[in-house]
């Protein structure tokens, strides 16, 4: 048995390091993002590099309560906190402060703390602690009921906050549920689920299911060779496409033929799947399902894109896609981020040279384009130093977790490294025009208490239950 004494020397020192200086190097770049000749001090405690240095403060007392915290204390008390974390996100529609038209922050005094950061570590061990559970069974429909139960109340707070950024990091959770058991069909049916949704913001509903349905009959032939019955399937949807236009063109009605694709594809679908499974074809019944699905979810892309996402998260995805381009608009901050990137070369403009930062040029450059700042004074060496100690850390991670031989623990420490690996590649995705500019932070580097405190605890959670790896976390 591990003695409690003992949890400094078993703590992974080579981790601290990777967050010591990326909240180092971050605070740098906060300063050069927002010099001020008048207040040239970094160590002025009115601007927000002298902010940021009280929250770094902050963050190592935080991370040192953390380490010094019973690591049984976590596993007995990991529902309590979620739900104490659920209560305070249901508090902020009605005491919340907005914030560029998000809900999403709770104003106390002079410090704003947005409870939907936290979240994300109080998620993170109540799924640890069911998936560790002994009744837990990946495949089970109470098992997949509670973990979606434990995901859908956070994620539904937050978008009623009006916040889609932080609400889409809590989809990054099915990496870890994919290396706990859970079927790669899965994963796969997620990655078809984001291509037609860029199909059909590219081109017209009619246009993906029509792709949808062509690429059903192509891959039902090449797993079953059997031309006679993709003959029949085609057939049956023509057949129930050609009777709707008919009926609509004798009775001169003026219904879309998306519609009739709609119908078409559903009710084709429905009789195919009965008469598969009455065969006991599950692998056709499977792929008639996932075909289904796609169909009724490129159907509902047009609703939610034009009527549930607001109009500036519209037009950046847009600008994404190519479907438009406004540089002077909605592609004004990636567009300017680029050029502050690119102007950057390979060894930088040098500490405080940098033009676009200097005059305000790029918005947000200390929160979420913070990574602007290194590219434009640091150059490329800046940047690759930068991604290194990110990619760094995630390795190191992953080690932690599979050395660890408590699956509570072992889940929990993918949970981080999945939330720190998606915050990473989108924050650094929208700088570069590579992903729609959701508004979240760049872990350890962007100006910002609630979300520096949040990953320090995240972390360090992790890194004292590593400590206690030879303890039996049982329960």
Same mark, same amino acid.
């Given at each position: 048995?591990?003695?409690?004494?003992?949890?400094?020397?078993?703590?992974?020192?080579?981790?601290?390091?990777?967050?010591?200086?990326?909240?180092?190097?971050?605070?740098?770049?906060?300063?050069?993002?927002?010099?001020?000749?008048?207040?040239?001090?970094?160590?002025?405690?009115?601007?927000?590099?002298?902010?940021?240095?009280?929250?770094?403060?902050?963050?190592?007392?935080?991370?040192?309560?953390?380490?010094?915290?019973?690591?049984?204390?976590?596993?007995?008390?990991?529902?309590?906190?979620?739900?104490?974390?659920?209560?305070?996100?249901?508090?902020?529609?009605?005491?919340?402060?907005?914030?560029?038209?998000?809900?999403?922050?709770?104003?106390?005094? *002079?410090?704003?703390?947005?409870?939907?950061?936290?979240?994300?570590?109080?998620?993170?061990?109540?799924?640890?602690?069911?998936?560790?559970?002994? =009744?837990?069974?990946?495949?089970?429909?109470?098992?997949?009921?509670?973990?979606?139960?434990?995901?859908?109340?956070?994620?539904?707070?937050?978008?009623?906050?009006?916040?889609?950024?932080?609400?889409?990091?809590?989809?990054?959770?099915?990496?870890?549920?994919?290396?706990?058991?859970?079927?790669?069909?899965?994963?796969?049916?997620?990655?078809?689920?984001?291509?037609?949704?860029?199909?059909?913001?590219? @081109?017209? #509903?009619?246009?993906?299911?029509?792709?949808?349905?062509?690429?059903?009959?192509?891959?039902?032939?090449?797993?079953?060779?059997?031309?006679?019955?993709?003959?029949?399937?085609?057939?049956?949807?023509?057949?129930?496409?050609?009777?709707?236009?008919?009926?609509?063109?004798?009775?001169?009605?003026?219904?879309? #033929?998306?519609?009739?694709?709609?119908?078409?594809?559903?009710?084709?679908?429905?009789?195919?799947?009965?008469?598969?499974?009455?065969?006991?074809?599950?692998?056709?019944?499977?792929?008639?399902?996932?075909?289904?699905?796609?169909?009724?979810?490129?159907?509902?892309?047009?609703?939610?894109?034009?009527?549930?996402?607001?109009?500036?998260?519209?037009?950046?995805? *847009?600008?994404?896609?190519?479907?438009?381009? =406004?540089?002077?608009?909605?592609?004004?901050?990636?567009?300017?981020?680029?050029?502050?990137?690119?102007?950057?070369?390979?060894?930088?403009?040098?500490?405080?040279?940098?033009?676009?930062?200097?005059?305000?040029?790029?918005?947000?450059?200390?929160?979420?384009?913070? @990574?602007?700042?290194?590219?434009?004074?640091?150059?490329?060496?800046?940047?690759?130093?930068?991604?290194?100690?990110?990619?760094?850390?995630?390795?190191?991670?992953? @080690?932690?977790?599979?050395?660890?031989?408590?699956?509570?623990?072992?889940?929990?420490?993918?949970?981080?490294?999945?939330?720190?690996?998606?915050?990473?590649?989108?924050?650094?995705?929208?700088?570069?025009?590579?992903? #729609?500019?959701?508004?979240? #932070?760049?872990? @350890?580097?962007?100006?910002?208490?609630?979300?520096?405190?949040?990953?320090?605890?995240?972390?360090?959670?992790?890194?004292?239950?590593?400590?206690?790896?030879?303890?039996?976390?049982?329960?």
């Amino acid at each position: 048995m591990q003695k409690k004494d003992n949890v400094w020397e078993k703590l992974d020192w080579i981790t601290v390091s990777i967050y010591l200086a990326m909240m180092f190097i971050g605070w740098i770049n906060i300063y050069a993002a927002v010099y001020n000749e008048e207040h040239k001090s970094i160590f002025d405690m009115t601007q927000v590099y002298g902010k940021q240095l009280m929250w770094i403060g902050a963050a190592i007392f935080i991370a040192m309560m953390m380490i010094n915290v019973d690591s049984k204390f976590f596993v007995t008390f990991a529902f309590p906190i979620y739900i104490i974390l659920l209560m305070l996100l249901m508090l902020v529609p009605i005491i919340g402060t907005a914030i560029n038209g998000a809900k999403s922050w709770i104003s106390i005094g *002079n410090f704003l703390l947005q409870p939907s950061e936290f979240m994300k570590m109080g998620v993170s061990l109540a799924l640890a602690r069911y998936i560790s559970s002994h =009744d837990f069974k990946m495949h089970s429909w109470k098992s997949l009921a509670v973990i979606a139960g434990i995901l859908f109340l956070p994620v539904a707070m937050i978008f009623l906050q009006n916040d889609t950024g932080s609400a889409l990091v809590f989809g990054v959770f099915l990496l870890v549920l994919f290396r706990e058991g859970l079927n790669g069909i899965v994963l796969f049916f997620s990655f078809l689920i984001a291509i037609v949704f860029v199909l059909t913001i590219i @081109f017209d #509903p009619l246009v993906t299911i029509l792709f949808l349905t062509f690429a059903a009959f192509l891959i039902n032939y090449l797993i079953r060779k059997n031309v006679k019955r993709n003959l029949v399937g085609i057939s049956v949807f023509t057949g129930i496409f050609g009777i709707e236009w008919f009926a609509n063109y004798f009775f001169q009605g003026s219904v879309s #033929p998306v519609f009739f694709l709609l119908v078409a594809a559903v009710l084709s679908s429905i009789a195919f799947l009965i008469w598969s499974l009455s065969l006991h074809k599950r692998s056709l019944a499977l792929l008639i399902g996932i075909y289904l699905g796609l169909v009724l979810f490129t159907v509902s892309v047009d609703y939610v894109f034009d009527n549930i996402m607001q109009e500036h998260q519209r037009s950046r995805i *847009n600008e994404l896609l190519g479907v438009q381009s =406004d540089v002077h608009g909605s592609g004004y901050h990636v567009n300017q981020s680029k050029i502050a990137i690119g102007s950057g070369g390979f060894f930088g403009k040098g500490f405080l040279q940098g033009t676009q930062t200097k005059y305000d040029f790029v918005p947000e450059q200390s929160t979420d384009f913070i @990574f602007c700042t290194v590219g434009e004074e640091w150059g490329f060496i800046g940047t690759t130093l930068v991604v290194g100690l990110f990619m760094g850390l995630l390795m190191r991670l992953i @080690f932690l977790a599979e050395r660890n031989r408590s699956r509570f623990s072992r889940v929990y420490g993918y949970c981080v490294a999945s939330i720190l690996f998606f915050h990473f590649a989108i924050n650094i995705g929208m700088t570069i025009g590579l992903a #729609p500019v959701i508004g979240i #932070p760049l872990p @350890f580097f962007s100006y910002g208490g609630s979300s520096l405190w949040s990953f320090t605890l995240l972390l360090f959670v992790f890194l004292r239950l590593d400590a206690s790896r030879f303890e039996q976390l049982s329960f």
